[in-house]
């Protein structure tokens, strides 16, 4: 008995934080089917090519930069998610400083996760999930830490869990958690040029493991 082959994608979901808001990286297509329509970053796999070696080569076509944060979120196969034939989508996300990349291409560009147009495909149920996990990764992991740069104040933290989970946190508690829990380490510097009073610039720790309960 013959069967045929389905064919094997990788779709990458690149998270940033832009102009105060969560933001994903789209594609416009260029061909059918979906010509015109936003779509997220991805490609067919190459035959000698591993699933997460595929992930790095799209994020790095678009984006310039490959040492982010990269996790393979979830298998898409629904056997009419592509009219063209059967594929099967294998997903990741990125999370990214927006101030480390270079957008590659006319055709890309950033779009509030929030706000976004219609996705072609089933991107939009893809980016839903990714969007799901990517609150559970901060509620449990030190995740929050890729969207910012190596240096950072308390406020700039705090401003990436609010525009994540799209709510307010108290600026005492969420202070206190955060030096509770040893997250960050005091650079010994503050922030300069700015009409307020400097604030202090905080960085990683290192000492720290990924997984801690922030949340």
Known sequence: MAFEDPAVTVDVIIFTIKDGRLQLLCVQRENEPFKGDPALPGGFIDINESLETAATRILEEKTGVTDVYLEQLYTFGDPDRDPRKRVITVSYFAIVNHDDVTVSGDDADWYPVRDRPDLAFDHDSIVSYANQR????????????????????MSDLQKV???????????????RKIKKLDLVEDTGTKTENVSHRPATLYRPNKDVGEIVEIL
């Open 134 to 153: 990517l609150q559970w990764k901060l509620e449990y992991t030190t995740a929050a830490f890729s969207f910012l740069p190596e240096q950072f104040t």
């Open 161 to 175: 869990y609010e525009t994540v989970f799209d709510r307010s946190f108290d600026k005492r508690n969420f202070r």
